[in-house]
C-alpha cells in the first residue's frame, strides 16, 4: 500500500535553476496538497486541488506553480529557485466529505544555494 | 484571517500525562485535527473531532469546545516514543487545513 509517494526525497538547486517536486497517490483521493516546513515551523500551505483540472493558491504560493491534470497526480514546480525556498516539502491527500485526516508523503528536502 | 496557537515547548516525564492545547481565531471550520510528526519524519493523523466533546483513541484523546474556541490533545501512559512534534490542524469547507505551528514535546526518563 503506497499511500502518498514523493519524489525525489533530496535535492540541492543553484539559485535561478528550476524543477518539479512529484507527487503520486494511490488511494483515489479528490483533495491534494502542498505545504511547505521551514526549520522548526509548522506547515505552511503552498497550493491545493479539489480535483483535477481544479488548483487554488495556500498561503505561500509566490513562486510556486502546480497543475492535476489525473486524479493520482499533483506536481509543485518552482521556477528561478531562491535560498528562500530552502525548506522541506510535504504533498498530502485527503478523501474529503468533510474528513480532516490528510496522509502525507515522506517529503522532499530541497536546498537552493 | 486564520490562526491557531499552541505552545512550543512541552515536556514531562515517562508514564506521565500530558495535555496539548490549541487555541484559533477562525471559524466556518468543519473539524480539528491532531498531526504527530517525528524529526525528520513526515505527519501522520492522530485524531479529529467534528463536535464538541472528547474523542479516544487508545492512549491519546482529543477534546473540542468551539464555543471557547479551543481544543486539546491529551496523552496517557506517556512512552519515549512519544517525544515528537504535536499539530492541531483545522479543516475548511473547500478542503484546505491550516495548521498550527506545532509543540514540541520531550519526554523524560
Known amino acids: 500500500n503506497a499511500g502518498v509517494t514523493q519524489t525525489p526525497k533530496f535535492r540541492i538547486l543553484k539559485i535561478g535553476q528550476s524543477m518539479t517536486l512529484q507527487c503520486t497517490q494511490d488511494?483515489?483521493?479528490?483533495?491534494m496538497y502542498w505545504y511547505r516546513q521551514d526549520p522548526g515551523m509548522g506547515l505552511k500551505l503552498i497550493y491545493y486541488?479539489?480535483?483535477?483540472?481544479?488548483?487554488d493558491k495556500g498561503e505561500v504560493p509566490n513562486g510556486y506553480n502546480v497543475s492535476r491534470s489525473t486524479t493520482e497526480d499533483f506536481p509543485l514546480r518552482l521556477e528561478l529557485a531562491a535560498p528562500s525556498q530552502t525548506s522541506v516539502y510535504f504533498c498530502?491527500?485527503?478523501?474529503?466529505?468533510?474528513?480532516?485526516?490528510?496522509?502525507f508523503g515522506q517529503g522532499t528536502r530541497l536546498t537552493v544555494v | 484571517g486564520q490562526s491557531l496557537e499552541q505552545p512550543s515547548e512541552v515536556t514531562a516525564v515517562e508514564g506521565a500525562i500530558v495535555q496539548i492545547n490549541c487555541t484559533y481565531q477562525?471559524?466556518?471550520?468543519?473539524?480539528l485535527s491532531w498531526y504527530q510528526q517525528h524529526d525528520g519524519g513526515a505527519p501522520t493523523f492522530l485524531s479529529y473531532?467534528?463536535?464538541?466533546g472528547l474523542e479516544e483513541t487508545g492512549r491519546f484523546s482529543s477534546f473540542l469546545s468551539r464555543s471557547d474556541s479551543y481544543g486539546y490533545l491529551l496523552l496517557q501512559e506517556l512512552q519515549m516514543k512519544d517525544s515528537a512534534s504535536y499539530f492541531c490542524?483545522?479543516?475548511?469547507?473547500?478542503?484546505?487545513?491550516?495548521f498550527g505551528p506545532g509543540t514540541r514535546l520531550s519526554v523524560l526518563p
Open positions: 498530502a491527500s485527503s478523501p474529503g466529505r468533510r474528513r480532516t485526516e490528510a496522509f
Open positions: 488511494m483515489n483521493h479528490n483533495y
Open positions: 486541488s479539489v480535483g483535477a483540472g481544479i488548483t
Open positions: 477562525t471559524s466556518g471550520f468543519y473539524g
Open positions: 473531532n467534528a463536535l464538541d
Open positions: 490542524a483545522v479543516g475548511f469547507y473547500g478542503q484546505n487545513f491550516v
